[in-house]
């Protein structure tokens, strides 16, 4: 099972009017908690480096909850120290989802939003993390980490968080609008749902591409994908 976790799909797009080829690989929910086996780690940095990579974006759930960051001091500097090994070698997008600031009774999580932790995986170099560094743009990418609240995943009007949050990025930061059509133009976010309405549609169409976790398997149960 652990040969699992290292199954890729390769996909190619002709993007005309875009200035270089590159190199993009997205995966998320890696859900690292106390009983993790480390072992997972090391067959994902082995499956990455065997092509060359160039930018990298996690979308969300990167840990399972809160509570092993205060619990399990060795078990949350080894994910630091393996998010600092992907910085050594990619620019490294970690856009926090739902369970990267919950404790571990997840519907009925409390926010819980570890500052220090996030704050110190930002720091690492190459590694940017939503709730610091949202926007990242050099002369081939543009990448908007777009990072759900709290309230859109257990307020039930997840819709209305997110567009607020849409709005704000384009009235206040201009992160979603007059992009540089030169680039490739990536927007992460942890959860697809409500990405298909058409007015959030309205504020992301001019992203190349949108990268999403959260639904682990989709709408496929596992005993049919298996």
Not at 70 to 95: I, P, Q, R
Not at 131 to 159: C, M, Q, R, W
Not at 177 to 206: A, G, Q, R, W
Request: glycine share 4%.
């Amino acid at each position: 099972m652990i040969d699992k976790i290292i199954q890729t799909k390769n996909h190619s797009y002709e993007m005309l009017g875009k200035k270089d080829n590159i190199n993009i690989k997205t995966f998320g929910d890696l859900h690292y908690f106390k009983k993790f086996d480390d072992r997972k780690l090391e067959l994902i940095s082995e499956n990455l480096s065997k092509e060359e990579l160039e930018y990298l974006c996690l979308a969300g759930d990167i840990i399972d909850s809160t509570d092993f960051l205060k619990t399990h001091k060795e078990k949350s500097e080894k994910l630091l120290l393996w998010l600092e090994s992907l910085g050594k070698k990619y620019k490294t997008f970690v856009n926090l989802g739902s369970h990267d600031f919950t404790t571990c009774d997840f519907k009925q999580g409390k926010n819980d939003f570890p500052e220090g932790y996030w704050k110190e995986a930002n720091s690492i170099s190459n590694v940017y993390v939503s709730h610091y560094a949202p926007y990242y743009e050099d002369d081939k990418v543009i990448v908007f980490s777009l990072e759900l609240p709290y309230e859109y995943y257990f307020n039930g009007t997840g819709k209305e968080y997110l567009l607020n949050k849409l709005e704000f990025a384009k009235k206040y930061t201009n992160y979603v609008s007059n992009l540089d059509n030169s680039k490739v133009k990536i927007l992460i976010v942890h959860s697809p749902i409500y990405m298909t309405d058409p007015k959030v549609i309205s504020y992301i169409k001019e992203f190349d591409f949108v990268f999403c976790g959260h639904m682990h398997n989709g709408m496929v149960f596992p005993i049919v994908d298996d």
